[in-house]
């Protein structure tokens, strides 16, 4: 089990960067592979990027490849989003994910996952 808050959230200006930050507490992070997803208003969640249980494996959506950056450090038990080159239409609410897997593997789809933070508001103005 796991319990997420995300954090970092707030308003930029296009062009601008944002680290959201997913802190975890339980007693088993290590061995959880962590997404991130977002949900614009009137629109479904969508996957943005994954990282599996040790790091060695990322994924990242078409639309923030080369823009966006997961990471995590098992040790402070967070998750990180580095959001670079931010643009208006990647204005929405951002959610931390978790499910228990082994090492070497990614989820990249929603109901992969079994426990969510409650979101972190992301507003880029133009």
């Known amino acids: 089990q796991v319990q997420l808050v995300e954090s970092g959230g707030g308003l930029v200006q296009a062009g601008g960067s944002l680290r959201l930050s997913c802190a975890a507490s339980?007693?088993?992070?290590?061995?959880?592979?962590m997404g991130w997803f977002r949900q614009a208003p009137g629109k479904e969640r969508m996957f943005v990027a994954a990282i599996s249980s040790s790091g060695s494996k990322t994924a990242n959506a078409d639309s923030v490849k080369g823009r966006f950056t997961i990471s995590r450090d098992n040790a402070r038990q967070t998750v990180y989003l580095q959001m670079n080159s931010l643009k208006p239409e990647d204005t929405a609410v951002y959610y931390c994910a978790a499910v228990q897997s082994g090492d070497n593997r990614v989820a990249v789809r929603s109901y992969e996952y079994d426990y969510w933070g409650q979101g972190t508001q992301v507003t880029v103005s133009s």
């Open positions: 339980g007693r088993t992070f290590s061995s959880y592979v």
